[in-house]
Nanobody
Framework: QLQLVESGGGLVQPGGSLRLSCTGS????????VGWFRQAPGKEREAVSC????????NFADSVKGRFTLSRDNAKNKVYLQMDMLKHGDTTVYYC????????????????????WGHGTQVTVSS
């Protein structure tokens, strides 16, 4: 069964850190661009960051640049989103998704390009 599972969300104070994990099952994540998205109530789904298939290429939304980083552990079939200096505005549900194409050249993907999504993990930044 193909699936992505996010974990690592939770409650953190402003300025704190969380590391989200995206684990692939039935799919090899190193063959696809993997993106992290978030969607606040009443707002469109926003691309937070994307990780390319080779060379460690990454892309980040302006709102998270300098605070979030991406990494991949191919042996564990995981992609990690390290979130530091968290702000109230980062509060929402975070989803990982994979691009449908194999070995995509871009590190900027839109939700419509993704064919497999996780169920999301809640991140709450509050004092």
């Amino acid at each position: 069964q193909l699936q992505l599972v996010e974990s690592g969300g939770g409650l953190v104070q402003p300025g704190g850190s969380l590391r989200l994990s995206c684990t692939g099952s039935g799919v090899l994540l190193d063959r696809h661009v993997v993106g992290w998205f978030r969607q606040a109530p009443g707002k469109e789904r926003e691309a937070v960051s994307c990780l390319g298939t080779s060379g460690g290429r990454t892309n980040f939304a302006d709102s998270v640049k300098g605070r979030f980083t991406l990494s991949r552990d191919n042996a564990k079939n995981k992609v990690y989103l390290q979130m530091d200096m968290l702000k109230h505005g980062d509060t929402t549900v975070y989803y990982c998704a994979k691009e449908s194409a194999f070995y995509g050249a871009s590190v900027t993907i839109r939700p419509g390009q993704c064919d497999l999504w996780g169920h999301g993990t809640q991140v709450t930044v509050s004092s």
